[in-house]
């Protein structure tokens, strides 16, 4: 892994008091705090805004386009200020493509606490952005920029979509088959790199799972047997996967040993690289996950570690798995992996590990 551009600098995860989408406030205390919100006009337009806590809101332009809007920041998850930038800007992305939809242009959102950091080391963090919206061929069109105790960078990310191939969290079918297109474990991974615990084969891991844009999406949202659509980023594999359980009305079944999950990630969890964002996940929405006999403490750590970047989670028929799989094998996400099924209709949907 590299080290800050000036040696005499602190270390950019040093600077934060958490990182990346192990950041984000707790569930449950987000839920109370947009209460107020729900009392707001909703116009005709809006296809999707909070009610089932989807990734981007949608805004019908007409009856061929809508518009995804969508923001997401962090303070660093890494040291390395390119690094830092890249991964960011592949998360915000990623819930334009988590709608279906195709990103066209980007903000960026920056804070940076302009006497701690070099001039340098901002201009590499905005650097390692752009150079992922070249990736996705999108410009920066613009942004806003503060002084800020904690160095934060993020994007507004916009896309566009049919809205007859939008995607919601909320659609999945009993039958439909769940398939995960990224491994589990970047929270634990970015514990253990802020104790300097981290191999350096594990840091690149970590920045190839975190910088790898959710290019499927539109693909996905192309299939007719694909229902619903989300990603798994701050809340886990157990609170998106109640997200869209609690959206559908259905249980959601996963098996915890067909998770993918990052070379390395058990041992590291058994020294204790385990992030307070997956206890506050815990604490916000345990009471709707059911565990099996023997599932262990680490287990529950890894079902709701915070994934900076994380996979799409696809709800699809079971005659349109090859097509998914097939979508996600065409942009190199070769640890894409089905890990349950959706159950039949629930008045008080769960996720149900076994």
Wanted: with cysteine; aromatic share 4%; charged share 20%.
């Amino acid at each position: 892994m590299t080290a800050p551009l000036d040696a005499a600098e602190p270390r950019l995860t040093s600077l934060a008091h958490g990182g990346g989408c192990g950041c984000k406030i707790a569930p449950g205390v987000l839920s109370g705090l947009l209460r107020g919100s729900a009392a707001l006009p909703v116009p005709p337009e809006l296809l999707v805004g909070i009610e089932t806590s989807d990734d981007a809101a949608v805004y019908r332009l007409n009856e061929r386009q809508a518009l995804v809007a969508t923001t997401d920041f962090f303070m660093p998850v890494v040291d390395d200020p390119y690094d830092f930038g890249r991964i960011a800007a592949t998360n915000a992305i990623s819930d334009v493509y988590a709608m279906g939809a195709t990103p066209v242009l980007a903000l960026a959102v920056v804070g940076m606490p302009i006497n701690a950091i070099s001039h340098d080391t901002i201009a590499r963090i905005l650097d390692g952005g752009a150079s992922i919206c070249r990736e996705a061929g999108i410009p920066i069109a613009g942004g806003h920029t503060i002084d800020s105790v904690e160095p934060i960078y993020g994007l507004v990310a916009l896309g566009l979509v049919d809205p007859a191939r939008l995607k919601r969290n909320a659609d999945a079918r009993p039958g439909d088959l769940l398939v995960l297109g990224k491994p589990l474990g970047v929270g634990v991974m970015s514990a253990a790199l802020k104790k300097g615990a981290l191999s350096p084969e594990g840091y690149t891991r970590m920045i190839d799972v975190t910088t790898r844009l959710n290019r499927p999406g539109p693909d996905l949202a192309a299939i007719d047997g694909v229902h619903a659509l989300t990603d798994v980023t701050g809340f886990g594999l157990g609170g998106h996967a109640l997200e869209m359980a609690r959206g559908s009305g259905c249980d959601l079944m996963i098996d915890w040993r067909a998770v993918p999950r990052l070379d390395g990630i058990e041992g590291l969890i058994a020294d204790g690289h385990v992030t307070g964002a997956s206890a506050r996940n815990w604490a916000s929405y345990g009471d709707g996950i059911a565990l099996p006999q023997g599932f262990t403490d680490a287990d529950r750590a890894l079902l709701t570690d915070p994934q900076t970047s994380g996979g799409l989670l696809v709800a699809c028929a079971p005659d349109a798995l090859a097509q998914v799989q097939a979508a996600f094998a065409a942009h190199g996400f070769d640890r894409a992996a089905v890990i349950g099924e959706v159950a039949g209709n629930a008045t008080a949907p769960r996720v149900l590990l076994r």
